[in-house]
């Protein structure tokens, strides 16, 4: 190989570009102005990083507002947070943008814990001891009641959790073939079971308590429907308590003083079992989404002009990102700050990975031990057991 060069005399010559001859050209000059192009995989992260803020910023501007964002809100909560902890892991990679990638995704992620319905509490070992006047509750989703299970295995199951006040949920039977559900009465066993209980039931809604209820009603959401001739109860429905009623309120003497709790069960925002390309589908998740603010109105409502301790608890549909939900944890206390779950899940029972099912409190109320409980294969849902006092006059 011959290289082109200044000759010295006698030496021969030979042209540019003459077989044999390779001509050494200067690299091409950037211009001093240009920026500096980053590497694929700085472009790749970057672009990641920037989806996943649009949508985070999506997410929090549409949440619980609008029916055709709900599929949106079903993936598991833990996700705000896995997500961008996967995106400042990779940001090593991304040189020389790594340092503001790395803050765009350490902002996603405290944004994201947020959501992510963690309980910090728990790594604290926060201990408040029960007072012997303690006030033990257990909340529940039975899924249909004991509708195909063994009767006294449920009643066993029930009496195992020794809970001073019982928040029962799908108080009610189902029927497959026509796809609504079906009143039930069982008033009278569970009397023989629990005779030392009072009982209210109002709709699939039912209330146990060890304590005298000195009043009890049903929140009806009727009233707060939006649309209330096409998503108020079913004109062919012989039901009604079942849709005008998901929220039940009683009002317990505990030691000379009222404890108001809430037992609460918010509709689902969709049915998987009906097919996604259906008009049915759509407008189900429609009249879904307006039933459910109804609901949570009303119960916003009743708790704002309540002057006694309230304990709110039940099955809520809801995950700690959804939009109603984070808006009522605004107003009252998490009971899982009592608990010793880092991420407290609740469905499904086999496999928990969300938590749908919640327990508030407010007021003169004090939350001294929360934690879910396996429901022996009775449910779907794990059962919440929540022990509170109360503080002061109310």
């Given amino acids: 190989m011959s290289l082109l060069i200044d000759p010295v005399p006698g030496a021969a010559t030979a042209a540019p570009g003459a077989p044999g001859v390779t001509t050494l050209t200067a690299p091409p000059r950037r211009d001093p102005n240009e920026p500096a192009r980053w590497p694929r995989r700085a472009r790749w992260l970057a672009a990641l990083t920037a989806a996943w803020a649009v949508f985070l910023t999506m997410f929090l501007l549409l949440t619980g507002e609008h029916w055709w964002w709900r599929p949106a809100e079903l993936m598991p909560p833990l996700v705000f947070v896995v997500v961008p902890l996967l995106l400042l892991s990779l940001t090593p990679l991304a040189r020389p943008a790594r340092g503001r990638l790395a803050v765009a995704a350490v902002c996603c992620l405290a944004i994201g814990f947020d959501l992510a319905g963690l309980?910090?509490?728990?790594?604290?070992?926060?201990?408040?001891?029960?007072?012997?006047?303690?006030?033990?509750?257990?909340?529940?989703?039975?899924?249909?009641w004991y509708d195909g299970a063994d009767p006294q295995h449920f009643h066993d199951y029930l009496a195992a959790q020794r809970a001073d006040v019982y928040l029962l949920q799908e108080y009610v039977g189902w029927d497959l073939a026509g796809h609504r559900p079906v009143p039930v009465d069982h008033l009278a066993e569970l009397r023989r079971h629990f005779p030392d209980y009072?009982?209210?039931?109002?709709?699939?809604?039912?209330?146990?308590?060890?304590?005298?209820?000195?009043?009890?009603?049903?929140?009806?959401?009727?009233?707060?429907?939006?649309?209330?001739?096409?998503?108020g109860v079913p004109a062919d429905s012989d039901f009604a308590d079942y849709y005008r009623h998901k929220v039940l309120r009683t009002d317990l003497r505990v030691d000379g003083q009222v404890l108001s709790v809430y037992n609460v069960h918010v509709p689902v925002q969709l049915d998987i079992s009906m097919d996604p390309t259906d008009s049915e589908f759509?407008?189900?998740?429609?009249?879904?989404?307006?039933?459910?603010?109804?609901?949570?109105?009303?119960?916003?409502?009743?708790?704002?002009?309540?002057?006694?301790?309230?304990?709110?608890?039940?099955?809520?549909?809801?995950?700690?990102?959804?939009?109603?939900?984070?808006?009522?944890?605004?107003?009252?206390?998490?009971?899982?700050?009592?608990?010793?779950?880092?991420?407290?899940?609740?469905?499904?029972?086999?496999?928990?990975?969300?938590?749908?099912?919640?327990?508030?409190?407010?007021?003169?109320?004090?939350?001294?031990?929360y934690r879910m409980v396996g429901s022996q294969g009775l449910s779907d849902h794990l059962g919440q057991q929540v022990t509170v006092s109360l503080t002061g006059a109310g």
Avoid: K
């Fill in 119 to 144: 309980n910090p509490s728990a790594l604290f070992g926060r201990v408040d001891p029960a007072p012997s006047d303690a006030v033990r509750v257990f909340s529940w989703n039975t899924e249909y």
């Fill in 198 to 231: 009072q009982v209210v039931a109002v709709g699939e809604l039912l209330t146990m308590s060890r304590y005298p209820i000195v009043a009890s009603r049903a929140l009806d959401g009727m009233p707060y429907l939006a649309d209330p001739a096409r998503h």
């Fill in 282 to 369: 759509t407008a189900f998740m429609q009249a879904q989404q307006d039933r459910r603010q109804a609901h949570y109105r009303a119960l916003r409502a009743d708790l704002a002009s309540n002057p006694h301790g309230q304990l709110v608890a039940g099955d809520f549909n809801a995950t700690s990102a959804m939009g109603e939900l984070r808006d009522l944890a605004t107003r009252l206390t998490d009971a899982a700050v009592a608990g010793d779950q880092p991420y407290p899940v609740s469905w499904p029972d086999s496999a928990a990975w969300w938590r749908l099912d919640w327990a508030f409190f407010t007021g003169p109320v004090r939350c001294h031990e």
